[in-house]
């Protein structure tokens, strides 16, 4: 069974740091890129950071050079670290993972950023 396990969330001020972790299990980790979504208030869900199996990073605009995506195959764990945050990035973050057209998602875990 997949399981994706999200922590690290948490309320900090603007210009504060937090550590996302997803802890995965039940799949072949090494093999799969890592991606990290987030959903605010009355928003969709959008593509944060990816990193794919071989650590090719990508990020959308509006957390570059924010936000640093990273794995840990030996623990089978992703994590984004996220500074400089901004009332902006107030959200959930979803880990998730698609493997072999299947999609697996986190929980989520809240990030709540004040100004």
């Known amino acids: 069974q997949v399981q994706l396990v999200e922590s690290g969330g948490g309320l900090v001020q603007a210009g504060g740091s937090l550590r996302l972790s997803c802890a995965f299990s039940g799949i072949g980790f090494n093999i799969v890129a890592v991606e990290w979504y987030r959903q605010g208030p009355g928003k969709q869900r959008e593509l944060v950071a990816r990193i794919t199996s071989n650590r090719v990073t990508n990020y959308a605009d509006f957390v570059k050079d924010r936000f640093t995506i990273s794995r840990d195959n030996a623990e089978s764990t992703g994590h984004l670290q996220m500074n400089s945050l901004e009332p902006e990035d107030t959200a959930v973050y979803y880990c998730?993972?698609?493997?072999?057209?299947?999609?697996?998602w986190g929980q989520g875990t809240q990030v709540t950023v004040s100004s």
């Open positions: 998730h993972i698609n493997r072999f057209g299947t999609h697996y």
